[in-house]
């Protein structure tokens, strides 16, 4: 019986295989063969007759963000040239619900809705370049990545697993850098800043795009340099330094998109080295460096079968050395934990998008991913091997229906992860719009399957599973404003959490966490001028993660509940010349510190907090095309500390302090 | 743990789930085309192109900024090639025709036809900001772009190319649209 369900099933696959890849080549073989010259035979057409000519395939199925079930923020390329933004966090502190903490070795990172979402739980995508190292999950920001080379972020807040997998299982960040046709020629920016006796950051772009019929090319570069802080720093015992010089943050980066009709080549590297003196319980006596390294490439083919029919075949390779650190000897008396290990990702996969009718449309996906860790520091992993290996196979479905009551989506994930077997993960979502109002309820679970170093430490450790169910409504009020308000509820069970027990890195699943809040943003923009508000709020949800507790159960360490930020532009004085100031208050938080007066080191309540900047923008100065910015950051030069978000023995590292910026940027077209 | 390639790609196709969707989708991909048939077809933009060098003879310009009848393509888009195709020999209403592209809407003049890209959903309000009151037809091929104040747009169906008038933005700025074009376009916003 069972032979002969195998035999019928060998059967199925063959032909469904066959005939599927014989209709996608015969279709392609047409396509590829049609006539691409100018069809002026139709320009004697009268309209009437023009409306009956059959169009080709190619047009893209593009969804309207009111109708993506998910609750999106979009930043444009001019908000963040016009705020004077010097890197992520610059850009995302005005995005609602974002907040930033510290972890150690002096690696500042996001929180998202009063979660610390660090460690794997927020997916950052560089031009589908996942940042996330694959080892713990980990993103670590500052002075980083260059924001001047984004053509704009989208930002889903809510969870996206199903389409992008665990590390989406709070929110997406993608980042989509210029293209040819975002160039068009040669770019390049200069930014220097001063941040009181220390240089603040300095860095030079340089990009070049360009298209040529079917060929296109965009090549972006950067290297920077700059410092975390000048502010001082005290550790658990009261030993303090100053973090100029200390917190060096330098990164070079190159970005390559090269296309061929749809063919499609991406390559991606960064080398980020990071300065620190935060040592496991005390300060090191000399800065040692750490680097955090990635170079990942793609290879995708999108064929349009019809106008309604796309396959995207691809192929994508990811190797990451993040935590890298060799120290002298002395220093690893000191701080004890050297390290070097590497981690792969090769995958491959194939997408369909399929309009199946003009209301029903279906998202289709397989994948095949292939991890392997090696280790060089320490020697070897648990198993006493010096590499490690893992893989999953995943499978997902959308479908989206339209209809005049309301537009469904329902989708659907599945996992085979060679370690912890297989898991569904669902989502659905209602979008609805209603003259000037539009509506969004959304569900959504999210799945995350250990990284390498949690397993590693911990050989009982189980996935986390999300929940989030969530509501949006936006109200359009005229031609140039909108507002849109919207409520989340979100639960984490089993989640993986880093700790230290008995002096020793270790992963646990906690019993669950969570959050609860909402999130309010307006939105008036006119003629290149905008005003830009938000507020959002988050209390902490059913917490049983006892070293995310604080003295007040609706509140987890490190994070600050309300945020208040306003961003504007707007045109002053004399033609092309813009004012930007922008603005962003955080409540109180809790966490450890030290307290120089009393001497003694304790979780205590950190003040709220007012940033403000202040930017210029002169563009067209002397010639075309050439901008001059100019500005200061944290003009307060208020005491904004990352502080640690968990409870253990650092104190909050020290944020940017008042810094003035000046930028030049030009763009050639060629 | 370890385990190579293959067997994964193995597993990957034996498991009941790709089995059922590999199932379902040949059997649509056959219903859905039985012939495979494609007969005498153009590109999008190659047929839009020319249905906005025709629209100076439905719609009424009653003034003209310039020598030249200046169509301008907002950001790069393949529709300017196009355009510029179809213009090389084409005057409209009796005037030479200038297709350029224009990166940043704060850098529009001399315009009288504007080309919105779907990209440019986040400023479009902005965009109309901008040229309104200066006579501007403005022409798009956004889905949603008519309801928020584009004059023409154009969409496919079933595909065919249509189009949609924002008669209320379009009389706003002093264009008559003659009805034989509306009979044509679906109207969109109230007057």
Sequence with gaps: ?670 | MKRDLVSIFCQLFLTRWMLIQLGVFSLIFKIYFPGLAFGSEYLIEDVESIFISKLSEYINWSTFYGSDFNIIVLGQSKLTKSLQKISENKKILGKKVSVRTVLDHEKINNCNILIIPENKVENLGSILQQVEGHHILTVSRSEGYAEKGVMVNFYEESGKLRFEINLKAAKAEGFQVSSQLLKLARIVGSE
């Design chain 1, 1 to 670: 019986m069972n032979n002969f369900k195998k035999k019928n099933n060998i059967i199925l696959i063959i032909f469904s295989i066959f005939f599927t890849f014989y209709s996608i080549l015969s279709n392609a073989d047409r396509i590829e063969n049609k006539n691409q010259e100018f069809p002026m035979e139709l320009s004697d057409l009268p309209i009437e007759e023009l409306m009956n000519v059959s169009l080709e395939v190619g047009t893209k199925n593009s969804t309207l963000f009111k109708d993506i079930p998910g609750i999106i923020t979009i930043i444009g390329e001019k908000e963040i040239k016009n705020s004077g933004a010097r890197d992520l966090i610059d850009v995302l502190m005005q995005v609602p619900g974002f907040t930033f903490a510290s972890d150690v070795e002096g690696v500042v990172s996001l929180g998202f809705r009063g979660i610390w979402a660090y460690e794997g739980k927020v997916l950052l995508l560089w031009n589908g370049h996942e940042l996330n190292e694959a080892l713990y999950g980990t993103v670590q920001l500052g002075r980083r990545y260059p924001v001047d080379h984004i053509n704009r972020i989208e930002v889903m807040r809510g969870p996206g697993s199903v389409i992008y997998g665990g590390f989406a299982e709070l929110a997406v960040i993608n980042i989509v850098t210029k293209n040819a046709d975002d160039l068009n020629g040669l770019e390049t920016t200069v930014n220097y800043g001063q941040m009181g006796n220390t240089l603040g950051g300095r860095n030079l772009s340089l990009s070049y795009g360009k298209r040529w019929d079917d060929w296109s090319i965009s090549l972006q570069t950067f290297y920077s340099q700059g410092q975390r802080s000048n502010q001082t720093y005290f550790d658990s015992n009261g030993d303090s330094y100053n973090f100029s010089g200390n917190s060096r943050l330098n990164s070079g980066l190159i970005n390559l998109d090269l296309s061929y009709k749809d063919l499609d080549f991406k390559l991606f590297s960064n080398i980020y080295h990071t300065l620190e003196r935060d040592g496991v319980s005390k300060n090191i006596s000399v800065p040692v460096q750490n680097d955090f390294n990635q170079t990942s490439a793609s290879l995708s083919y999108r064929l349009k079968i019809s106008k309604d029919l796309q396959f995207k075949p691809y192929l994508y390779y990811s190797s990451q050395a993040p935590w890298r650190a060799t120290y002298p000897d002395e220093v690893n008396e000191q701080s004890g934990i050297p390290y070097d290990r590497t981690v792969s990702r090769t995958n491959f996969g194939a997408e369909f998008n399929w309009n199946l009718t003009s209301f029903l449309s279906w998202t289709a996906g397989a994948e095949l991913n292939q991890y392997l860790a090696t280790t060089k520091i320490p020697e070897r992993f648990y198993n006493n091997l010096s590499n490690i290996s893992y893989s999953d196979t995943i499978l997902l479905n959308q479908i989206m229906i339209q209809s005049s009551i309301a537009n469904f989506t329902v989708g659907l994930r599945y996992i085979n992860n060679s370690i912890y077997g297989s898991n569904l993960v669902p989502r659905a979502g209602l979008t609805k719009s209603i003259e000037s109002w539009n509506f969004k309820l959304l569900y959504s679970n999210a799945y995350r399957a250990p990284t390498f170093e949690n397993f590693n430490t911990n050989l009982n450790i189980q996935p986390e599973k999300t929940s989030n169910i969530e509501f949006e409504v936006i109200k359009n009020i005229n031609k140039i404003s909108n507002i849109s308000f919207n409520i989340f509820k979100l639960n984490i069970k089993d989640p993986i959490i880093y700790t230290n027990l008995n002096d020793q890195d270790v992963y646990l699943n906690y019993k669950k966490t969570g959050s609860i809040g909402f999130e309010l943003q307006h939105r008036v923009q006119s003629k290149g001028q905008y005003l830009l508000t938000s507020y959002s709020f988050s209390s902490a949800l059913k917490n049983e993660v006892d070293i995310y507790s604080t003295s007040d159960p609706t509140q987890l360490v490190g994070v600050s509940k309300h945020k208040f930020t306003i961003l504007a532009n707007q045109k002053i004085l004399w033609e092309n010349l813009f004012f930007s100031p922008s603005i962003a208050w955080l409540s109180s938080k809790k966490g450890n510190s030290w307290d120089n007066q009393n001497k003694v080191f304790s979780m205590v309540d950190q003040p709220a907090v007012l940033l403000v900047n202040l930017y210029f923008t002169q563009k067209d100065i002397v010639f075309k095309d050439l901008d001059l910015g100019f500005g200061v950051m944290n003009l307060l030069d208020s005491q904004y500390g990352y502080t640690q978000a968990y409870n253990a023995i650092h104190s909050p590292i020290p944020g940017y302090g008042r810094e003035y910026l000046t930028r030049i940027n030009y763009s050639l077209s060629l």
